[in-house]
């Protein structure tokens, strides 16, 4: 448990920034700083560039949740492009070493990011198999069509169906 004057300590060099209705906080690719931030108001969304190139909304940030945790323990570029999508929101800035004081202290504020972390990673993997599934189905549907499509299809003229073959190359066997 975090004790009362080490908390205040943390909490006092916890900065706080103000991002007004649609500026980025950071973009996808975007080298990472070491920096973790906690949403104290407002809303914010969370985009990831499609194959296309379009910007697909992910989810939606709101008051008491957080995001880029990952750059506190390891430099990754930015998976996502963060904007901020109320009126005002405020953030609380929380920088790596601000972190590691708080989760020696407090071994239960390292148990909520990592339940965090590990709840988000099974619902990307969610969506990875269902997204698995819906191609299978497709390429399936197009396997399917054309199978069906080659095997309605009237033979080319002059050319003998397969059962006029397999009739023409039968010859009886004489009898003994």
């Known amino acids: 448990m975090i004790r009362a004057e080490n908390l205040k300590q943390y909490l006092s060099e916890v900065t706080v920034q103000h991002f007004p209705k649609g500026v980025q906080v950071f973009s996808e690719g975007e080298e990472s700083n070491g920096i973790m931030y906690f949403v104290f108001s407002g809303k914010l969304q969370v985009f990831k560039k499609s194959g296309s190139g379009e910007d697909l909304i992910l989810r939606q940030i709101g008051p008491g949740e957080f995001f880029g945790e990952l750059a506190l323990v390891h ?40 339940n965090t972390v590990i709840r988000r990673l099974t619902e990307v993997e969610e969506k990875i198999s269902e997204s698995k599934e819906v191609i ?33 190359e039968f010859i009886p066997p004489e009898p003994s």
């Open 75 to 114: 430099p990754f570029p930015r998976a996502a492009t963060i904007i901020a999508s109320s009126e005002e929101v405020r953030l609380g800035i929380i920088t790596r070493e601000t972190f590691l004081g708080m989760g020696h202290e407090s071994p239960g504020f390292l148990s909520v990011l990592l």
């Open 136 to 168: 299978h189905a497709i390429l399936n549907q197009e396997e399917e069509t054309t199978t069906t499509q080659n095997t309605s299809q009237p033979p080319n003229e002059g050319e003998k169906s397969s059962q006029e073959k397999t009739d023409a």
